[in-house]
């Protein structure tokens, strides 16, 4: 059974930073493309960035590029999301996702998902 559990979610000021984590479980690690997205209140949710299984390739949506940074940890089956100059536009629930195959920044194609945590950034 596939478990991904993010965590380090918090609320932070403006400016500010986090770090994310997504332990996996009931897979093959390092064989999995993983994504972070995140839903905002009232709104769909989105790509945020994803990394290669291999962590040699990452990709980022415009309105974090700069500012987010994805990597992995093979060997502790984790992936993290570290986030630098928050803004309350980034108030949201991220969440992590697996696929294995080809990378993609479209939510669709991921099957395995975390539960979530939610990161409020006040102003």
């Known amino acids: 059974q596939v478990q991904l559990v993010e965590s380090g979610g918090g609320l932070v000021q403006a400016g500010g930073s986090l770090r994310l984590s997504c332990a996996a479980s009931g897979l093959t690690f390092s064989a999995y493309n993983m994504g972070w997205f995140r839903q905002a209140p009232g709104k769909g949710r989105e790509f945020v960035g994803g990394?290669?299984?291999?962590?040699?390739?990452?990709g980022y949506a415009d309105s974090v590029k700069g500012r987010f940074t994805i990597s992995r940890d093979n060997a502790k089956s984790t992936v993290y999301l570290q986030m630098n100059s928050l803004e309350p536009e980034d108030t949201a629930v991220y969440y992590c996702a697996a696929k294995m195959g080809s990378w993609s920044a479209i939510q669709n194609d991921y099957r395995n998902w975390g539960q979530g945590t939610q990161v409020t950034v006040s102003s």
């Open positions: 990394i290669t299984y291999t962590g040699r390739s990452t």
